[in-house]
Nanobody, 127 residues
Framework: QVQLVESGGGFVQPGGSLRLSCAAS????????IGWVRQAPGKEREGVSC????????YYEDSVRGRFTISRDDATNTVYLQMNSLKPEDTAIYYC????????????????????WGRGTQVTVSS
């Protein structure tokens, strides 16, 4: 059974940093692209970043490129999202997602065809 468990969310002031972790079980990271999708109150889910299992390529949504870094550790079956220079507009619930399309992009946007979701972790950026 595919299971994803997020951790590392919290409260941080603007300009601060957080590192999210996504621990995967029931499968190995070489079967799915793994990404992070966020949802702010009253807004639709937004694909933030994804790392491909086939070639390790990385997708970043325009608003986070240069501030967020996604990485994976195959030895521990864990994917990380390092978030720096956080802004209030980054406030959202962040979900880890196993993408069967391996981070497929349509135009310039990750289309996240998700087979499994984590339960989410709250990130709040506020002064």
């Amino acid at each position: 059974q595919v299971q994803l468990v997020e951790s590392g969310g919290g409260f941080v002031q603007p300009g601060g940093s957080l590192r999210l972790s996504c621990a995967a079980s029931g499968f190995t990271l070489d079967h799915y692209g793994i990404g992070w999708v966020r949802q702010a109150p009253g807004k639709e889910r937004e694909g933030v970043s994804c790392i491909s299992f086939s070639d390790g390529s990385r997708y970043y949504e325009d608003s986070v490129r240069g501030r967020f870094t996604i990485s994976r550790d195959d030895a521990t079956n864990t994917v990380y999202l390092q978030m720096n220079s956080l802004k209030p507009e980054d406030t959202a619930i962040y979900y880890c997602a196993a993408d069967k399309a391996d981070c497929g992009v349509e135009g310039t946007r990750w289309i996240f065809e998700v087979d499994a979701w984590g339960r989410g972790t709250q990130v709040t950026v506020s002064s």
